[in-house]
């Protein structure tokens, strides 16, 4: 088992994992004039592989608790198994470049069926909007591997969202975020 990872030094991995990428905070003509490289590839999809390897151990956390029932647990165990072989798809694209697995926590969001749901909507929503905000700045053959998963990763969104009486498909296309954003809302998710 890997060492757990606090709070601030799992954030402070994203943050770092994406600074090496140089992609990552970039916006406009910054990220249009970046040419992408394998070097860039592996740091965003090592961020990617964060990503997956974090809402599979959500999942994962909240199955082991029992307090899922009907649809909400169906849902978790489908995108839990989704993120595990998203995480293991990344994995093998990256080699020996891939990052290991953090142990982390989520506390009360694993714990209560109600904070599990918006836990749930928030993680899928900031994944859809991490792949998306980074797909220009990848190559095309590490493009083609990320359309794969993020077209899960907004079923996933979608479904949820409709679990928690939200629209799910509230926009007519989603926005991508940068690795500022995505930390910032990670902040707001209780990762211990």
């Known amino acids: ?18 600074a090496a990428a140089g992609a990552f905070g970039r916006s406009g003509a910054a990220a249009a004039a970046a040419r992408p490289s394998a070097a860039q590839d592996r740091a965003i999809l090592n961020f990617a592989l964060l990503l997956e390897y974090l809402s599979g151990a959500f999942y994962n956390e909240a199955l082991g608790h029992g307090v899922l029932r009907g649809e909400l647990r169906e849902f978790a165990e489908t995108a839990g198994a989704h993120e595990r ?3 293991t798809f990344l994995k093998r ?19 209560n069926a109600q904070k599990f749901v918006s836990t749930a909507v928030a993680l899928e929503d900031l994944s859809v909007a991490a792949y998306n905000g980074q797909a220009g700045n990848l190559t095309k053959p590490a493009l083609a591997a990320a359309v794969k998963i993020v077209s899960v990763e907004g079923r996933h969104a979608a479904w949820i969202r409709d ?13 991508g975020a940068g690795v ?5 809302a990670l902040r707001r998710i209780n990762i211990r």
């Open 163 to 175: 679990l928690a009486g939200l629209d799910p498909a509230p926009r007519a296309a989603d926005p």
């Open 180 to 184: 500022s954003t995505v930390t910032d």
């Open 1 to 18: 088992m890997e060492p757990r990872l606090g709070r601030g030094k799992l954030l402070r991995s994203f943050a770092l994992g994406a």
């Open 85 to 87: 072989d998203h995480a």
């Open 93 to 111: 694209a990256l080699g020996s470049h891939a990052r290991a697995q953090p142990a982390v926590q989520f506390g009360a969001a694993t714990h």
